[in-house]
């Protein structure tokens, strides 16, 4: 197969006014998301102020006909949570087509839509978007100013990655986001540094819920149209950032200082319905789903890497977020991961995608290389011919060569035997980028630490694989 590497003004609907009607009314649906549900569902998803006993939702292929119905009893909350998460899984769904949909209580005016997953098998060229380490926007995240030590504002007027998705949200099919969502465990590094006000600790679960809050109301825009695929990142995993030091008052904070609720990927946990029951996965940690020709599958990078390695976000890993195991069974993702990719019918799907948070092929120091996962899942990506891997954590843009054990492919891009690698952090958020180490690694074939940006890739058939770098501020993508 050849693959190419390749380096977006409507202003952003925020649901602000959507937001304060449903707390006068705590059965308005908001943050209204979407997921694949397997190949022939949909999961609908939103959150209400109030326990709802049997969530609904209406659709069908016709707007002004809705007659369909589908019910849950699932309404979940947690802990220090000011919402409640609900739940509705469509079925039966007829592949590649448009539905409308509503959600009774909705303040909408028009019904949402979604279009479903392309059949498996199904040549037909088209786009996927990617973002990872991506965060709230305005007053609680990424804006034209930061706090004292913090760094990469937006400038005056410049589009950010979230209103650039949503500008050109009609070019893709769906949006993964591969970890590292809305950083409301930066609420403590802002307040620090001068960001936010000061909160007492008590004070400052409810600034964490504010900037989930915000973050999902910016999203609702994209997520209530396009599916919405995501998977663990650390800064979903508690609180506290992994540790957050005060500086000028000698002052360290911990796990400890987090409510219950704010621990162990609770919220994460809680807000999203991602296909692992259909998928033979573990929650919202690692599932697959089939889009057309693509076989994609979702790995942890942060907990449950098995094999008697204590993964960077458990209890005594190098993240010190104190978070899992989940797994029930040894090994368990090493196994459903290899057992997944066993069975991929390869003249259906030609191409298969993994993401997972966690880089290990990158141009910073080791600590920000999970060689442990490497060590985990590598040889599994390589037996089953994984095309392309895809990763953030580092804020920052760089595209690998294929490679394998530290040995690039010889082939280049030019249908090679090994995965292709390429990370993009830099989608943006409170001091949102990291500056890479120059010179860039020996397989780094183009990197950037300069701009915000999400990926673009467009599946034009089943031996052609483009990636785009898109630019955020501008829309411009550059072929390098």
């Not at 209204?32 to 022939?40: I, P």
């Not at 992994?242 to 162990?264: E, F, L, R, W």
């Not at 040995?407 to 035997?417: A, I």
């Amino acid at each position: 197969m050849a693959l190419m590497g390749v380096s977006s003004l409507a202003a952003l609907l925020l649901y602000g006014i959507g937001s304060v009607a449903a707390a006068a009314n705590g059965s308005i649906p908001m943050q209204v998301r979407l997921a694949y549900a397997g190949s022939h569902g949909m999961t609908v998803s939103w959150n209400t102020y109030e326990h709802v006993q049997h969530p609904t939702v209406h659709y069908g292929t016709e707007a002004h006909n809705l007659c369909e119905t589908a019910k849950s009893d699932v309404s979940v909350t947690y802990q220090t949570s000011t919402t409640y998460n609900n739940h509705v899984e469509l079925s039966n769904l007829r592949p590649n087509t448009l539905y409308y949909y509503n959600i009774p209580g909705s303040n909408a005016t028009t019904p949402y839509n979604f279009t479903t997953a392309r059949k498996v098998g199904d040549h037909t060229p088209y786009v996927a978007a990617v973002v990872v380490d991506l965060g709230t926007m305005g007053r609680d995240g990424l804006t034209t100013f930061v706090g004292k030590g913090a760094a990469s504002p937006l400038a005056p007027g410049e589009i950010n990655t979230i209103q650039s998705l949503q500008q050109f949200q009609g070019s893709y099919d769906f949006l993964m986001h591969a970890g590292d969502i809305a950083y409301a465990d930066y609420w403590l590094k802002e307040e620090i540094q001068g960001f936010l006000p000061n909160t007492t600790l008590g004070d400052g679960a409810k600034v964490y819920e504010r900037i989930l809050n915000d973050f999902y109301d910016e999203m609702a825009p994209i997520t209530s149209n396009k599916p919405y695929m995501v998977g663990p990142g650390n800064h979903e995993a508690n609180c506290d950032n992994g540790g957050t030091k005060d500086k000028a008052h000698n002052i360290s904070y911990t796990v400890s200082i987090c409510m219950p609720g704010q621990t162990n990927f609770t919220g994460y946990r809680n807000h999203f319905r991602m296909p692992s029951r259909q998928s033979g996965g573990l929650e919202n940690f690692w599932y697959s789903y089939d889009h057309g020709m693509v076989h994609y599958v979702q790995i942890d990078t942060e907990t449950d890497l098995g094999h008697g390695i204590i993964a960077p976000d458990e209890p005594g890993g190098s993240a010190n977020e104190d978070s899992g195991p989940f797994a029930t069974l040894k090994d368990q993702q090493t196994k459903w991961l290899a057992a997944d990719l066993a069975s991929v019918d390869r003249a259906k799907t030609p191409w298969v995608v993994v993401a997972g948070h966690r880089p290990w092929y990158i141009s910073t120091g080791s600590s920000d290389q999970c060689l442990d996962c490497q060590d985990v899942f590598e040889p599994i990506l390589l037996k089953y011919g994984v095309d392309l891997v895809l990763s953030g954590h580092v804020h920052a843009y760089q595209r690998n060569a294929p490679i394998y054990n530290g040995t690039v492919d010889p082939n280049e891009l030019n249908d090679p035997t090994f995965p292709w690698y390429i990370t993009n952090g830099a989608a943006g958020h409170y001091d949102g980028l990291d500056t890479l180490d120059r010179p860039f690694s020996y397989y780094s074939r183009y990197a950037q630490d300069e701009a915000y940006g999400w990926s673009r890739l467009t599946f034009h058939n089943a031996t052609h694989l483009t990636q785009d770098f898109v630019a955020s501020k501008n829309g411009l993508r550059s072929m390098r």
